[in-house]
């Protein structure tokens, strides 16, 4: 994950702080550490910018989490890498869809 600058997320919303921790805890599993404080997430770089989120009311804060992941990707602030799978998953997935027919 490739941070380009540092940055404060501030998540509004009645989920806004349980959205803030999964946020961080998210980040830091990707390898960008991040602090939560209440509803804002701070990334442990120096503060350049600041993102304002609004959390959907209906989303759960893993959702809404997700949502704000996608919302710093698109901004640039972290890199979201695909995850690569191995030959081995990539059979079983093959062979998977070839019994329910949707692949030769």
């Given amino acids: 994950m490739a941070l380009p600058s540092g940055v404060i997320i501030h998540l509004r919303g009645p989920q806004g702080v349980a959205t803030a921790t999964r946020l961080a805890a998210r ?4 390898g960008a550490p991040a602090a939560c404080d209440k509803a804002s997430v701070q990334l ?3 503060l350049t910018d600041r993102v304002d989120f609004a959390v959907d009311p209906s989303d759960s804060p893993d959702f809404a989490a997700d949502k704000a992941l996608d919302l710093l990707e698109k901004k640039g602030y972290v890199t979201l ?3 690569q799978l191995s030959e081995e998953e990539e059979t079983v997935i093959r062979e998977r869809l070839r019994r329910l027919g949707y692949v030769e």
């Fill in 81 to 83: 890498d695909a995850p």
């Fill in 44 to 46: 442990e770089h120096a």
């Fill in 27 to 30: 980040l830091t599993e990707l």
